[in-house]
């Protein structure tokens, strides 16, 4: 299920970045006292009693003013606006209702959008009779916190998380295999979640762009539940229009990855991997998701004697960090070979939940080790004393050692080379962490 976009609204330093980098945990948001220091939309993901959600800064609204970059600021959390799901409506307790405040109130009657009045700047209970003006607003029952002190913004995110579907409704989720289906624009994402459906779920064009949002879709294969994602096309980020939806609709791309199981990323057999594409795929391995690199248009392209073999190894070389991952050459639109995208995405998140038991796990580290002794640096050598698997999905491993200063990259790769012969991974990333065990037991 999407995470629901909460937006921040309001006019200009009424302390909505303060309170989004309390959310975020760390600073985010430029927050000063000068009006307009927000200029764009900036997003955290958040959670809170198990609801997860997507919280978006906005510069702030000044409903009146001619000058050009408060009207794109305006711009801007309009467009928030339109493609929220929750509005936090922030006023200013201290400084009292004002005319903008009205103005704001009216913009977002309009929207239709479920909003929360929210009071800030109440920074102790004896403050809490200021909040009374706002009812004028006729905007239901607002809410005082303090985002410097932390007043009250338990009781605000319990009311915001009262508009989400409940968390047992979106456990029930957990139990498919959650595919994201990611790319560039006109990769040909919604006729591959199309041709698996067997038919016309999401819309399909030439058109770069058709599709807006992050679309789920819930299937059966087979006695299989599976719960397939279909997302806007990611350009570069210069190339994005900060004064249209694309940008709302690149959030919900990227949060599909974080909460999918496996990623298929989508690229176009006539232009090849691009360097977005490589962007795409450096975020899907940070994330440590298993993946599959679909080949898609392979019906249209000029092939002749080793054309596959060739692609692929191109491929293999523009990513390189990602040679772990299956590469396919479907066609979405005839059909052609898309019946292997499935079972393949069986068998990477079978690989990625792969549990190696420790024992078996230290045989072949031993095994490793004596193939290939570890390096030594001014005469220290590295001592690696045994491993243990922490956590699936994707695999991670702890390793003991006597200083991990003395591990090299090129080793670590080895390790994984080695890991990945014995016990297979293919389609996942795996993780290594080092531990210096005390150095008295040495």
Known sequence: MARPLVAIVGRPNVGKSTFFNQMAGRRIAIVEDTPGVTRDRVYVDCEWQKHKFTLIDTGGIDPKSDDPLLKQMRRQAEIAIETCDVILFFVDGRQGLTSDDEDVADLLRKAGKPVKLVVNKIDNIGMMDNIYDFYQLGMGDPIGISSVNLLNLGDMLEEICSYFPDPEEEADEQGAIQIAVVGKPNAGKSSLVNRILGEDRVMVSDIAGTTRDAIDTRFTDNGEDFVIIDTAGI???????????????????FSAIDRCDVAILMIDAIEGVTEQDTKIAGYIDEQGKAAIICINKWDIKDKETGT???????????????????????????????????????????????????????????????????????????????????????????????????????????????????????????????????????
Request: net charge positive; proline share 4%; hydrophobic share 40%.
């Open 235 to 253: 350009r570069r980020k210069r190339a994005i229009d900060a004064g249209t939806l694309e940008r709302y609709s690149v959030v919900r791309a």
């Open 308 to 442: 596959l073999e060739k692609y692929v190894k191109q491929v293999r070389e523009d990513l390189k960090f990602m040679a772990y991952a299956p590469v396919l050459f479907i066609s979405a639109l005839t059909g052609k070979r898309v019946e292997k995208v499935l079972d393949t995405v069986r068998s990477v998140y079978a690989e990625a939940c792969k549990r190696i038991t420790t024992g078996v796990l230290n045989d072949v580290l031993a095994d490793a080790q004596a193939y290939l002794q570890p390096p030594s640096t001014s005469g220290r050598r590295l001592k690696i004393y045994y491993a243990t698997q922490q956590s699936a999905c994707p695999p991670t491993f702890v390793i003991f050692l006597n200083d991990e200063k003395l591990m090299r990259f090129g080793y670590e790769r080895y390790l994984e080379n080695q890991f990945r012969k014995a016990f297979g991974f293919e389609g996942t990333p795996i993780r290594f962490f080092f531990r210096e065990r005390n150095k008295k037991e040495d």
